[in-house]
């Protein structure tokens, strides 16, 4: 047996001609197991990681900046209240689109973009001034009390309460005609968004709702909406998670840290953005009866998008949601609630694509650059440092 252990070693070593062959490894020393190189390992990771950072600024931008030409569009489609197109599938709106740029140019679909910028910032800063100086808490998770996850709906519902004037005035923004109306200036819907809440008994302009009229429908809205898309989340996210360790476990390679891993982080952005979508078409009607009690009495000439190249002023007279609600149904049917649903279809199409391509092209960025230091990683053979008795240090081929 000693003759066949000195043979099998001797016969291992000698497979690299630059490794010296010591006789005291036939004495039993234990030969070193070649492994695996962390180098890659680290360098999987940090790709992967940069490949998601760069996947969520990304969408990030295109939510705020890219998807905003088609929320005008969503808009303008909602408030138009006897229009003859509904535009419930995306086809119809490209000769429309066509039309805008035609006779106002391309940046006619990008109206009111600084302030829904400003309303978004100004939401989240009332939050975290409320979160401040009271004990609600800004974020709740599923291991949060009763207490808390109240204290958190008393903090969502002050901070709608607080935006509601200013949205208002960010919509009119948003929706009106840039041909048959005077640019805003930047900071135009704050100044506008005070003047809506210091008339809040009623409004100066014949039939516009007063404040207090919109702020129950408008929080209403919000915590619903809100609500569901964080209950959706977490149950899309558990189911994702779920089904991502049965498949590892089976193969029986399930990582470490798994909270941490970038293939979980990539499953919490997944159900993020589906359950935005779902919480989006899901009060699409909701939000259309919302948007005509904001734009009501606001004397808003908006863009004729039944076909592209005149305007029409907004004039209704609306009593409430409920009579916004059946007088749409009277009057236009079940789909005059979901008019301009195309639009919505096209923003998240966008988006997607967005997404999708901006991670194909940074993975193959990412690996491009790493794929030399790779190659050098593997190839290179490890040195052990542990030394026998003669001093000689071995090489592994």
Known sequence: MAGLREFNARNFYNLNEDVMWDPNLAAGVPLPIPTANPKINDDDAALQKYVGQGVSVVSLIAENLLCHPFVVLRRQCQVHYNSRKI???PITLVPVIMHLHQHQGITTLWKGLGSTLLIRGLSLGVEDLISKVTPWPKE????????????????????????TPFYSASLVETVQSDIASEKPGILDVFREGFMRLLNWGGGPKGRMLPVWALVLPTVTLGLARYFFSL??????????????????????????NLPNTNAMKE??????????????????????ILHRLHLQGTRTIVDNLDDGSSVLPILTNYHGPVDCYESCLAKEGIFGLYK?????ILQYAAHIAVIRITRFLLTEITAMMHKPSRTAGTHSPPVISNT???GHTYLLP
Request: aromatic share 10%; no cysteine; hydrophobic share 45%.
């Open 267 to 288: 499953i919490d952005f997944n159900a993020s953005l589906i359950a935005t979508i779902a919480s989006d078409v899901a009060f699409y009607p909701f939000e259309t």
């Open 231 to 256: 209950g959706l989340e977490g149950l899309i996210s558990r189911l994702m998670h779920r089904n991502f360790k049965h498949r590892h476990e089976a193969t029986g390679a399930l990582p470490r």
């Open 140 to 163: 709740i998770t599923w291991y949060s009390t009763v207490t808390q996850f109240l204290q958190h709906t008393l903090l969502k519902g002050l901070s709608l309460a607080i935006v």
């Open 87 to 89: 535009h419930v599938v």
């Open 388 to 390: 026998n008795n003669t």
């Open 340 to 344: 301009g649903f195309g639009a919505l």
